[in-house]
Nanobody
């Protein structure tokens, strides 16, 4: 059974930092591109960042570029999202997702985590 379990969310003041993690089990982790998405209340789920299978290529949404850093540890089957200079508009539930086939369609990801809440106060 495949599981993606996010952790590390919480409440932080604007300008602060937080690192969220996603621990994977039941799959060959190094075979998957790993992505982070977020969803704020009343809004659609949006792409945040992605990292390729060996960690050599990373992608970021414009809204987080320069503030967030995605990384992965294939030995620990874990992907991370380091979030710095947080803003109130970063408040959302953050989800990790695994994709093996190279698709970027939100409807075609193989696995999703349950999400972790990040709240940034002003």
């Amino acid at each position: 059974q495949v599981q993606l379990v996010e952790s590390g969310g919480g409440l932080v003041q604007a300008g602060g930092s937080l690192r969220v993690s996603c621990a994977a089990s039941g799959l060959t982790f190094s075979s998957y591109r790993m992505d982070w998405f977020r969803q704020a209340p009343g809004k659609e789920r949006e792409f945040v960042a992605a990292i390729d299978r060996n960690g050599g290529v990373k992608y970021y949404a414009e809204s987080v570029k320069g503030r967030f850093t995605i990384s992965r540890d294939n030995a620990k089957n874990t992907v991370y999202l380091q979030m710095n200079s947080l803003k109130p508009e970063d408040t959302a539930v953050y989800y990790c997702a695994a994709e093996a086939g190279g698709s970027w369609s939100i409807h075609e990801y193989d696995y999703w985590g349950q999400g972790t809440q990040v709240t940034v106060s002003s």
